[in-house]
């Protein structure tokens, strides 16, 4: 059985999230709704925003619709009901509106092309879901935000299918590099459940940096970014200080003035790995001095998709792109979209 | 005062003054047809008691529903809540061709009167009058539903014709056929030359790859995309998939034409049901407010007002809605007022924050809710039909006109009496107190005069103790602070917070109303207060010396 069989035994949502706008996202998810079929899948199909339009919005670049198999569980806002190639029975008339009208969930009759929009807030995304899963899909895939700094909450899915390619550096070392580094901080350990989570968890509700000593005794500093106040958190930091919990960005400046010592003494928390903005070659060297991270929630990377041509014009060679990013990414499903 | 059918009873100052707006939109309604109903109900006049009567018996009978069918009433809520207001698409499917999702929005309408019918007609609720109970519409909603499952979703289903199952037959019959030449031609490919194409009858290669200048040669494919490092190829159609492919176009276009038709008989079927589809929305609308006034009755234990000939407001025990929902808020209780009123003048004297405004209001709100078909939030109460309703208070707005205050009250009050006519209920809040007392009192007492021999029912509170001491004036006066234990209450005002201040004394104020009469001592609680709200002792002992 197939990549999407799979999936569908592990997950109910997964979102396809580019790791740049052109990594192939739609390209990725045209691959996977034809594995659906092949592995005789019922899918769902939503997107965060509206997707599938035949032009690209911001680049102009060629954007396909959707083709779907009849039995598809689709959202569809009623303005582009009637424009879609596809028979599209009406389930439910959502409350949710999109600038394209009020969103639909509808059943493909028949067969065709349909251009596809979800809720615009991503928080809505998961309601969605809920109810087309009642509508009996099996797995619902989710066209994702633009790019991997943009998921509001990645509470959204199950797991990520993490889109990537060309299109991100004219090195393909450098492609690879970077989608390493995010597989790699995605899979940061979650902390552990215990005293210290529990009290992160009830305390966190104002967004404050806190920290949290060995005894459990709960220091907020009055700040809501950590960005640019590494050196008052150091002020803050003592002996018996054991998590920092930062609820914001994470980032050079919220570490650069931290004593080394004191760095390795405690054990920064984080929202999500989507809070971490350091590139590959910081994120080694803190690490290396003893830089420890958790998240509350980590976010689960299902597959890899690699797309070799970048519409500035040019191409990796395919198998050398699939093969480099195996190596450095081992266990991890690398698919080539483009084949 | 116009008459006729723009006939006002009140005003919207009055009505937003007095809480009629806000009776109306405390009542939870939850179709729009209810809520547009209930936007433009009139009230009932003198003359039209027994219409009255019989809306007032409308809503006893749903109040009686709701206390024993709690369970149905959520139903029937539940049903209310998906409902939307069609009727636009309802009444130009009589020229139009409706739209996909049009037609589903009416099958949903459809859908929702069928389950609430079946709700009314059942014999355990026979409680509910037979005006609200909705005509059948199963002949509609068979034309809409050709599968007679009833869910609510909607498609142009293969059912509306033989000709959009054969044409859809046909066009899937195509589609299978050209993937199978393909599939057939993909397997010659494989045969042939060793190369595999996709599921998608394509194959990306490599320029530098040994099979690149094979592929390139074979005759089948075509180049469909290509840079500097790789090209794709597809399958090229041949004459057999181009003839199924033509035939499918033109499908397509016949698929259409019969979607079309097929939209526009709906669309007629609809508009000839466009009557009773009318009439079911008007009656659902109209259970929506009976339910929404019934429930608001039971929750904010309202009664059914006595409605008599004469032109009075008796209340026993009456709440003002507005203020008693803010007490309850901060855990409060309100305390109930008793008044009555006849044609005349009657004033409200007493203490400062004993509540006389609050009162006054009261008086409006039970004699306004009454005429609009509401019960009224009293104990008991009866109330005498009047042919106008007006109230002068004091608000921001004039002075967001630019009006002093003084200014914007004669203006008010001309207008108040320009308009007033038999049978009318004036309620005046403290009149001319912006400006010097000696004329403010000398107005005051003249209106009096003139009210006096007027077949109105006016309320007037005031703090000009004379006003009231014209014959025939009935002087209702707030207890106030007079039973009060001062010791107990200043030292609890001692130490207490100076924001909580306010609260105590309005813990200790008896808000209740009586007739006073004699004429005595009107009780002169203003400076102790002041005192009590932490206003200097240099200042109360100044003002004492001036009182002497």
Known sequence: MGLLYELQEKYKTVSIVGMAKNAGKTTALNYLIEEAMDDGVRLGITSTGRDGETQDLVTGTEKPQIYLEQDTIVTVPAQLYDLADAGLEILKKTKYSTPMGTLLICRVADSGYVQIAGPPAAMDTKKVCAEMLGYGCELILIDGAIDRKSIASPETSDAIILSTGAVLSRSMRKVVDETAHIVNLYSIPEMEAGEARTLIEENNCDDRIMLIDKEGEITKLNLTTGLGSSRFIDDEIDESTAYVYIPGAFTNSVIIDIDSKKLKQVTFILKNPTKIFLNAMDWARFRKKGLKVNVLKNIEIAAITVNPWSPAGYTFDREALSQAMKEAIPGMPVIDVRV | ?548
């Open chain 2, 1 to 548: 005062m116009r008459m006729g059918a723009n006939r006002r009873l009140a005003n919207i100052k009055t009505r937003r003054e007095i809480g009629l707006d806000y009776v109306v939109q405390s009542i939870d309604l939850n179709t729009p047809f209810g809520k547009k109903q209930l936007k433009e109900s009139k009230p009932f006049f003198p003359g039209e008691e027994e219409a009255l009567a019989a809306e007032l018996d409308k809503v006893e009978a749903m109040m009686d529903f709701v206390r024993q069918s709690g369970k149905l009433t959520e139903q029937i809520q539940e049903i209310f809540m998906e409902v939307k207001d069609v009727s636009y698409s309802i009444n130009r499917a009589a020229s139009q061709s409706l739209s996909v999702v049009e037609i589903y929005e009416i099958k949903s309408l459809l859908l929702a009167m069928r389950r609430l019918r079946h709700i009314t007609v059942r014999e355990d609720t026979s409680l509910i009058p037979q005006e609200y109970v909705l005509e059948d519409t199963t002949d509609i909603l068979d034309i809409l539903d050709p599968r007679r499952d009833r869910i609510n979703t909607f498609y142009i289903y293969d059912e509306f014709s033989e000709r959009i199952h054969e044409l859809r037959g046909n066009k899937r019959q195509y589609e299978i056929s050209i993937r199978k030449e393909q599939k057939n031609r993909r397997e010659e490919i494989k045969q042939q030359y060793g190369i595999l194409l996709t599921p998608k009858f394509d194959i990306s290669v490599s320029k530098n790859s040994a099979d690149f200048e094979k592929i390139k040669a074979i005759e089948d494919l075509e180049l469909a995309d290509q840079d500097y490092m790789s090209a794709t190829f597809q399958l090229k159609a041949n004459e057999i998939v181009y003839e199924y492919m033509k035939k499918m176009d033109e499908l397509n276009v016949e698929l259409e034409e019969e979607e079309e038709r097929i939209r526009r008989e709906l669309s007629l079927a609809i508009s000839q049901h466009a009557q009773v589809l009318n009439s079911n929305c008007d009656k659902m609308g109209a259970l929506d407010v009976a339910l929404g006034k019934a429930m608001f009755a039971v929750g904010h234990r309202c009664v059914r007002p006595e409605i008599v000939p004469e032109h009075i407001v008796e209340i026993e025990d009456g709440r003002n809605l507005q203020v008693e929902d803010i007490l309850k808020e901060k855990g409060k209780e309100y305390c109930p007022v008793s008044i009555s009123l006849a044609d005349g003048v009657t004033c409200i004297t007493g203490a400062n924050m004993g509540g006389k405004t609050i009162s006054l209001k009261l008086s409006g709100q039970v004699a306004i809710l009454a005429q609009y078909g509401f019960f009224v939030p009293a104990r008991k109460a009866k109330v005498g039909l009047s042919n106008y309703i007006q109230i002068l208070i004091g608000d921001s707005q004039s002075v967001e006109r630019g009006l002093s205050s003084f200014g914007s009250e004669m203006e008010e009050l001309k207008i108040m009496l320009d308009n007033s006519v038999e049978r009318t209920l004036l309620l005046i809040d403290e009149i001319a107190s912006g400006t010097n007392p000696v004329e403010g009192l000398a107005l005051s007492k003249s209106l009096v005069d003139y009210l006096l021999q007027r077949p109105y029912i006016s309320l007037i509170t005031t703090h000009f103790e004379t006003v009231t001491e014209k014959d025939g004036v009935i002087n209702m006066q707030v207890r106030g602070l007079a039973d009060v234990n001062f010791t107990l209450l200043n030292r609890e005002i001692q130490y207490a917070k100076p924001s909580e201040r306010i609260n105590i004394i309005s813990k200790y104020m008896d808000y209740r109303l009586y007739r006073v009469e004699k004429q005595g001592q009107v009780p002169k609680d203003a400076l102790n207060i002041a005192k009590m709200l932490g206003i200097s002792s240099e200042i109360i002992e100044g003002a004492q010396k001036y009182i002497k």
